[in-house]
């Protein structure tokens, strides 16, 4: 265990620059970092300073508990597929399914809860399918379905897929002032 005091200068609206003090705790069996900030504990972000003693400790590879699921790309996540019901948005097949499937679950679950003996059938059922399920994704790849094409009169739209295909990144502007 190493403990580090990082200075941090912060300058105030007056002008004036104070020095502040942080206490940075390192654990080098297990990289962990501990800073007295406790920005990773209030909003899930490291800190500059736990970033610097990192960085002094040669740590090339930031540990996975440092970077939470709320902040990756590639999870899947149970609200992308809900519905979604304003401006008129359709959902798509799998999210019609996907809402089907958790109305279902959720009247189970309700049923099995009470007794021992259905609540372990329906888990043990749960895991049987979950690993037929995993198998029969690995063996066989998804195919895309593709869209159908429909031909729209001068400026009209038709389906609410053809009026998302054709939206564009808005273009940048300089802003006004500084």
């Not at 002094?56 to 990756?72: A, E, F, G, T």
């Not at 149970?78 to 679950?105: D, G, I």
């Not at 009026?163 to 940048?172: A, E, G, M, Q, Y």
């Amino acid at each position: 265990m190493t403990e580090y005091i990082i200075r941090e200068l912060i300058w105030l609206e007056d002008g004036r620059k104070i020095a502040k003090f942080f206490n940075v705790i390192y654990h080098a069996e297990n990289c962990e970092v501990i800073c007295s900030c406790q920005l990773f504990v209030f909003k899930g972000i490291l800190c500059r300073h736990a970033l610097s003693v990192l960085i002094r400790q040669d740590v090339n590879l930031l540990p996975d508990k440092y970077i939470l699921r709320r902040w990756r790309k590639d999870v899947k996540r149970a609200h992308s597929k809900m519905k979604v019901k304003f401006n008129s948005w359709e959902n798509t097949p799998e999210q019609m399914r996907y809402s089907e499937l958790c109305l279902a679950f959720s009247q189970v679950a309700d049923l099995a809860a009470p007794i021992d003996n259905h609540c372990d059938e329906v888990k043990e059922w749960i895991c049987t399918m979950l690993k037929k399920l995993q198998l029969s994704q690995s063996t066989e790849k998804p195919k895309k379905i593709p869209k159908e094409h429909k031909f729209v009169e001068e400026g009209k739209v038709t389906d609410t897929e053809d009026r998302w295909d054709h939206i564009l990144d808005p273009i940048s502007k300089t802003r006004k002032g500084r």
